[in-house]
């Protein structure tokens, strides 16, 4: 079993930054994929970003060009910073790994909220 734990969430200003963290512990085999997924009220839940074990990342289209994934294998952790936030990124984040001999594991997630 793989357990996730997140940080970094919290309550910040419209174009204000966070940088949240996932790190992964357990019966880690090999993680390929990492990434973030977030669902606000009344919405599903949604792909925000993902990164490979080599590197590729892909991002949802209102993310793209102010939310950077990255992710330390050693450690393996996960990081988004996200910048220039808006009130429309108000949600609960999740972060997720793929190990290659597991099904996908989830963190319990943290909120993000942006007001002023």
């Known amino acids: 079993q793989v357990q996730l734990v997140e940080s970094g969430g919290g309550l910040v200003q419209p174009g204000g930054s966070l940088r949240l963290s996932c790190a992964a512990s357990?019966?880690?085999?090999?993680?390929?994929?990492m990434g973030w997924y977030r669902q606000a009220p009344g919405k599903q839940r949604g792909l925000v970003a993902s990164i490979t074990s080599g590197g590729s990342t892909n991002y949802a289209d209102s993310v793209k060009g102010r939310f950077t994934i990255s992710r330390d294998n050693a450690k393996n952790t996960v990081y988004m910073q996200m910048n220039s936030l808006k009130p429309e990124d108000t949600a609960v984040y999740y972060c997720?790994?793929?190990?290659?001999?597991?099904?996908?594991?989830w963190g319990q997630g943290t909120q993000v909220t942006v007001s002023s």
């Open positions: 997720y790994v793929d190990d290659v001999l597991r099904p996908r594991s």
């Open positions: 357990g019966s880690i085999f090999s993680i390929d994929a």
